[in-house]
């Protein structure tokens, strides 16, 4: 599949914004600035799609603060329409299989 440029223009918030913003700058680039809930994001970046992309950001961001949203996240790919998204995990499953009772 090819990759597309997709601009992420997003709200993130966060209770630990030192930890956060180091964080987002790396991902991202540096252009991130601070604002009074958080973050404010207006980024470029290169991916097959924005779901994956979406999911990229905010798994890394919940690495360093569980409860990291991206309010308001729009990716605008360049051969695609406008998508807004926020990949919210649905659950949790054990790692391997479970072992069936003998």
């Known amino acids: 599949m090819t ?6 223009v997003a709200e993130v918030s966060s209770d630990s914004p030192s930890a956060i ?18 973050f404010h994001v207006d980024a470029c970046m290169r991916g097959a799609d924005a779901r994956e992309l979406n999911r990229f950001l905010l798994s890394a961001l919940r690495r360093v ?5 991206a309010c308001g996240s729009e ?6 329409a406008s998508v807004s998204s926020d990949y919210v995990p649905k659950g949790s499953r054990p ?4 072992q069936p009772e003998a």
């Open 21 to 38: 913003g180091p964080l987002l700058e790396q991902l991202v680039g540096r252009t991130v600035t601070a604002t009074p809930e958080g």
């Open 65 to 69: 603060e569980r409860r990291t949203p």
């Open 75 to 80: 990716w605008t790919g360049t051969a695609k």
């Open 95 to 98: 790692a391997s299989p479970s």
């Open 3 to 8: 990759d597309i440029d997709f601009r992420l």
